[in-house]
């Protein structure tokens, strides 16, 4: 196999899949009950979307070894509510409270969603940067109306 081989195509439930899987912690994951019901049927609703809500997907699940943080759950939920991801709003919604609230609860889980880049790495991402102690406190049960 070659290095530069492209990631290998992944339907994008599986991918939603991987990346929730490679950010939290395995106990986590497997409690997920809710995630593990409703991922197909999301599969099925995205599925018959335009192709380009997937790209906006990939913003919030992200390809290895990026992961899933506490921001991009709360870019998730906005895209959610404000209408583009209304579609699935209501599978996804409390995907994003669990999610949150694994990172907020379980120190496995916070270190599973911080993705920590080689030192020796150019590239600087910044998704997870808001993963600092001093955020914790960040509530995500505020609604506007
Ligand atoms: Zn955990």
Redesign the pocket.
Known sequence: MADNEPLPYLSISDRVKDTVRRS??????A?FQYFHETIGEFGNRMNEEWIGRHAHLLVFFPIPPHKVGKNNWNQFKSWLEYGLGSKVKDLCLPWVYYGIS?IN??????E?SIYVPDPHAADVIEISSDVSENTMETTVETSED
């Open positions: 939290m912690c395995a106990w986590h994951y409690d694994t609860g379980c120190d496995d889980c916070k599973a």
